[in-house]
């Protein structure tokens, strides 16, 4: 008969050796999923999607290859839009209950012109250094899309069937005019203007300040994007007998009128609960701050000190901003004509109509026309969804220890203005930990931490999951 104390010592080894085999086994398929995440990555970067003689169709066509390898029929993968020029991936998980409005996934394919004189290494090579990955579009916004096709691909190889269709939306002209991406998705893919909401990679981060609080940053709402002409007139004439009404100083005093008009506070939910979240994280004078607009203040010392900082400013109002300016035909001739561009960020449900007459007022020189640019598209904020956002706090707390989500309001727009305008609530959430201060997006040397991005695709694998098995969604 074995003795007393052997046979615990054997079921101790036994115990000890299975864990072992597990925590290699983990870590073997963590190694795994890297290095094929890796590869797709690489095969984004690695193809030149700018509008400036690059391919975004060839990502796309990529795309559907790969996930058509997985196991998805090819009539659940379809690259479509309205020219070959600028094609998008429309890829569907299939769900339990076809009758289920769809959940999208958003990234997009495209990114904006690089320079090779300009950046360290060719921009369209991956390469990695130091624990980054450098290349245009590491972080804006081939990380986020090659995050949703390397879990597309794990979901389809472990035989996921979520309780609904999760619908992969890669679109090809995010970075200019949406007009062949998600504006012409939304009016012709009834999956994508009628999903339940969308989760979209391109907006939303996570930070840590210096304290050591991690925020989890989640897009909620856009501001709607509106620019203005400011046109000043004048018959002109010879520059030697110069006239008291000239075309750029009346255009420069309007814009000097401009620069001083601050437009009123304003707030929706999502900018309550932002200011409120976001003194959690900070201490003394600024938490102060930050709990007075969370209470909805509109004016006050608080608000003052809340506007003189840019980033947290942006948030309280609408914004108008000189960005262009042209004026004068000859330098021995007197100006005809000046004009410059200003834009605005408007805050949403403000009238842009109204921004035009308030634009109109501070002008005060009818000689100064005032018009739009083009349309602007309205982008209502989105809820804070009771199926979403508990999902969303309780997994961000298991990544990043103790951190705070924060639904946030954008300043930039991204491809969920259209679907927002359209009915359909989006919500960014990158999952990608940065430092705002390091953020290269559309830069020089545009990187993304090597740690960060894997981890975020583990953070949108358990997500996706999360949300869509019947036992584990939340109601």
Same mark, same amino acid.
């Given at each position: 008969m074995p003795s007393l104390i052997v046979m615990p010592f054997r079921r101790a080894l036994i115990s000890a050796v299975a864990l072992l085999v597990s925590f290699v086994a983990s870590k073997a398929g963590a190694q795994n999923e890297d290095a094929?995440?890796?590869e797709i990555f690489r095969e984004l970067v690695e193809i030149n999607t700018s509008p400036d003689g690059g391919d975004v169709s060839r990502a796309a066509r990529l795309v559907a290859g790969r996930l058509i390898a997985a196991g998805y029929p090819e009539t659940d993968v379809r690259v479509i839009g309205p020219h070959d020029q600028c094609l998008n991936v429309v890829a569907t998980l299939r769900g339990q209950n076809a009758s289920s409005k769809p959940i999208l996934l958003l990234a997009?394919?495209?990114?904006?012109?690089?320079k090779r004189s300009d950046w360290t290494h060719d921009p369209y090579v991956l390469r990695e250094t130091d624990g980054w990955f450098y290349g245009r579009g590491a972080i804006d916004n081939k990380a986020g899309a090659s995050v949703l096709v390397a879990d597309m691909v794990r979901w389809k190889r472990e035989r996921f069937t979520p309780d609904r269709d999760v619908v992969l939306?890669?679109?090809?002209?995010? /970075?200019?005019?949406?007009?062949?991406?998600?504006?012409?998705?939304?009016?012709?893919?009834p999956a994508v203007s009628s999903a339940e909401y969308a989760l979209n990679t391109d907006a939303g981060e996570v930070t840590r300040s210096k304290s050591g609080h991690t925020a989890f940053n989640m897009q909620a709402a856009e501001k709607v994007y509106a620019s203005f002409t400011l046109e000043a007139t004048n018959p002109g004439g010879h520059s030697s007998i110069p006239r008291p009404d000239n075309a750029i100083y009346a255009l420069a005093a309007a814009l000097g009128r401009l620069s001083k008009h601050v437009f009123p506070v304003q707030y929706h939910d999502v900018t309550h609960t932002f200011f409120a979240r976001s003194a959690q994280l900070e201490g003394g004078e600024l938490a102060q701050d930050l709990r007075a607009a969370g209470r909805g203040e509109t004016s006050g010392p608080a608000i003052e000190r809340l506007s003189r900082i840019p980033h947290l400013g942006a948030g309280l109002r609408t914004t108008c901003v000189a960005t262009m300016l042209t004026g004068g035909h000859a330098e021995n001739a007197l100006p005809q004509s000046a004009t410059a561009t200003v834009n605005c960020r %408007?805050?949403?449900?403000?009238? %842009?109509? /109204?921004?035009?007459?308030?634009?109109?007022?501070?002008?005060?020189?009818?000689?100064?026309?005032?018009?739009?640019?083009a349309p602007a598209t309205?982008?209502?904020?989105?809820?804070l969804r009771k199926d979403l956002m508990p999902v969303l706090e309780q997994l961000a707390r298991e990544f990043w220890a103790q951190a705070v989500v924060i639904p946030g309001m954008s300043a930039g727009a991204t491809d969920g203005l259209y679907l927002r305008n359209a009915g359909v609530p989006v919500y960014g959430v990158s999952g990608i930990l940065m430092d705002p201060a390091d953020d290269r997006s559309h830069g020089l040397d545009e990187r993304v931490p090597v740690k960060s991005l894997? /981890?975020?695709?583990?953070?949108?694998?358990?997500?996706?999951?999360?949300?869509?098995?019947?036992s584990t969604s939340a109601t």
């Amino acid at each position: 008969m074995p003795s007393l104390i052997v046979m615990p010592f054997r079921r101790a080894l036994i115990s000890a050796v299975a864990l072992l085999v597990s925590f290699v086994a983990s870590k073997a398929g963590a190694q795994n999923e890297d290095a094929a995440h890796r590869e797709i990555f690489r095969e984004l970067v690695e193809i030149n999607t700018s509008p400036d003689g690059g391919d975004v169709s060839r990502a796309a066509r990529l795309v559907a290859g790969r996930l058509i390898a997985a196991g998805y029929p090819e009539t659940d993968v379809r690259v479509i839009g309205p020219h070959d020029q600028c094609l998008n991936v429309v890829a569907t998980l299939r769900g339990q209950n076809a009758s289920s409005k769809p959940i999208l996934l958003l990234a997009h394919l495209d990114v904006v012109p690089a320079k090779r004189s300009d950046w360290t290494h060719d921009p369209y090579v991956l390469r990695e250094t130091d624990g980054w990955f450098y290349g245009r579009g590491a972080i804006d916004n081939k990380a986020g899309a090659s995050v949703l096709v390397a879990d597309m691909v794990r979901w389809k190889r472990e035989r996921f069937t979520p309780d609904r269709d999760v619908v992969l939306v890669l679109t090809c002209d995010e /970075e200019t005019s949406a007009q062949a991406g998600m504006q012409w998705l939304v009016a012709n893919v009834p999956a994508v203007s009628s999903a339940e909401y969308a989760l979209n990679t391109d907006a939303g981060e996570v930070t840590r300040s210096k304290s050591g609080h991690t925020a989890f940053n989640m897009q909620a709402a856009e501001k709607v994007y509106a620019s203005f002409t400011l046109e000043a007139t004048n018959p002109g004439g010879h520059s030697s007998i110069p006239r008291p009404d000239n075309a750029i100083y009346a255009l420069a005093a309007a814009l000097g009128r401009l620069s001083k008009h601050v437009f009123p506070v304003q707030y929706h939910d999502v900018t309550h609960t932002f200011f409120a979240r976001s003194a959690q994280l900070e201490g003394g004078e600024l938490a102060q701050d930050l709990r007075a607009a969370g209470r909805g203040e509109t004016s006050g010392p608080a608000i003052e000190r809340l506007s003189r900082i840019p980033h947290l400013g942006a948030g309280l109002r609408t914004t108008c901003v000189a960005t262009m300016l042209t004026g004068g035909h000859a330098e021995n001739a007197l100006p005809q004509s000046a004009t410059a561009t200003v834009n605005c960020r %408007v805050f949403p449900g403000v009238d %842009v109509a /109204e921004v035009q007459r308030t634009l109109v007022a501070v002008v005060a020189d009818s000689t100064i026309r005032v018009n739009p640019v083009a349309p602007a598209t309205p982008s209502p904020p989105s809820p804070l969804r009771k199926d979403l956002m508990p999902v969303l706090e309780q997994l961000a707390r298991e990544f990043w220890a103790q951190a705070v989500v924060i639904p946030g309001m954008s300043a930039g727009a991204t491809d969920g203005l259209y679907l927002r305008n359209a009915g359909v609530p989006v919500y960014g959430v990158s999952g990608i930990l940065m430092d705002p201060a390091d953020d290269r997006s559309h830069g020089l040397d545009e990187r993304v931490p090597v740690k960060s991005l894997f /981890e975020s695709r583990e953070f949108w694998y358990q997500l996706v999951k999360r949300l869509t098995t019947p036992s584990t969604s939340a109601t």
